[in-house]
């Protein structure tokens, strides 16, 4: 359940950075971190390690009373605030925007 929260928050958040080359720079920061901290557990970058480091980032992130903006209470509201021009993502949601890119790109495919 987790993971497909943490699925659902990556792909929203990776289509609302498409429009923005500042997002995309950040969602790069990000992808470059978790790159990082995979190799410093001896880790290649894989689809099953970038779902297991969604999972525990997610659960982690869960656990400090982050939820996915497009899941909060008043969801319409919360997805529009979320989504109109110029909105700055939160730093979990930029992160796994990051995770679900790197997914994508280690299957061989381009983001959209």
């Given at each position: 359940?987790?993971l497909?929260?943490?699925g659902e928050?990556?792909?929203?958040?990776?289509?609302?950075?498409a429009?923005?080359?500042?997002?995309r720079?950040?969602?790069?920061?990000?992808?470059?971190e978790?790159r990082d901290?995979?190799?410093k557990?001896?880790?290649?970058?894989?689809?099953a390690?970038?779902l297991?480091?969604?999972?525990?980032?997610?659960?982690?992130?869960?656990?400090?009373?982050?939820w996915?903006?497009?899941r909060r209470?008043?969801?319409?509201e919360a997805?529009?605030d979320?989504?109109?021009?110029?909105?700055?993502?939160?730093?979990?949601?930029?992160?796994?925007?990051?995770?679900?890119?790197?997914?994508?790109?280690?299957?061989?495919?381009e983001?959209?």
């Amino acid at each position: 359940m987790v993971l497909h929260l943490a699925g659902e928050a990556g792909q929203v958040s990776l289509a609302l950075t498409a429009s923005s080359a500042g997002a995309r720079a950040s969602v790069d920061q990000h992808a470059a971190e978790i790159r990082d901290a995979l190799a410093k557990r001896g880790r290649e970058v894989t689809p099953a390690a970038l779902l297991s480091y969604a999972q525990g980032f997610a659960e982690a992130a869960i656990a400090r009373g982050w939820w996915p903006p497009h899941r909060r209470e008043r969801p319409q509201e919360a997805a529009a605030d979320w989504a109109r021009p110029g909105a700055v993502l939160d730093w979990e949601s930029l992160r796994l925007a990051a995770v679900c890119r790197m997914l994508i790109e280690s299957q061989g495919l381009e983001p959209s």
